[in-house]
């Protein structure tokens, strides 16, 4: 959320034939502003809001162009769009970002436009997507009441866990869970049970399935693994 009313750009910003100065001008059919790059990997429901204006009511209703950019400015046809003040009155224009990568840029054009046109605001907003990953490291010789750690981000977990609603995914023979204890909203502990047999292999693939009952988002979550 940038307001852009001052006399300097954001850090990261880059503009070509803008004027800068209570709001950003594009002045000239060859005005640019490019936004540093976001990743939004994680990210869903993802939308940008203008805050534009014409710069005089002379000018007719033409568009700020917004494009976007998911190789981090190499090329910039990913997606593109318009957004259309209507007045000289600062108004709030919204445009969704459907492309998607850990590499976006967003850079705004007046490539449709024949009338001037000033920034104010550029607000980038969206919703992270829930994942859970796991930590801790286990040893043979440790297995009985070892604790590994489920981290959940953009969720909670419900507020009395399961075990039984937790399973483990290509763990040893001999290995499983003994209780789970909740021990925050987004951190739950894994306390192992192990038979004590013998194994010789070593397992680098095992993770944990939290089933759809035990957080806030109602989906079943598989860790990374360890």
Partial sequence: NESVTG???PA???????????????????STLTMPAYNLSGYSNISV????AKLASTDDSEPLTVNVSTDGGATWNAQVFDTNPTNSSVLTVTGVITAVSSNVKIRLTRQNSTG?????RFILSGTGVPSAALSG???ETSLGGASIVATLTNTTYVSSLNAGSFGLNNAPIGVSIASVIRTSNTQATIIL???????DTDVNNFSVTIGTNQT???????????
């Avoid at 809001?49 to 534009?52: A, W």
């Avoid at 001037?116 to 104010?120: F, H, R």
């Avoid at 806030?216 to 360890?226: L, Q, R």
């Fill in 7 to 9: 006399t300097a750009l």
């Fill in 12 to 30: 990261g910003w880059e503009q070509t034939n803008t004027t800068v100065g209570s709001g950003i001008a594009f002045t000239s059919a060859a």
């Fill in 49 to 52: 809001k203008l805050q534009i």
């Fill in 116 to 120: 001037a046109i000033k920034l104010t």
């Fill in 137 to 139: 490291s286990l040893n």
């Fill in 193 to 199: 049970a192990y038979s004590g047999y013998d194994f």
């Fill in 216 to 226: 806030m988002a109602g989906i079943a979550f598989t860790t990374n693994t360890v």
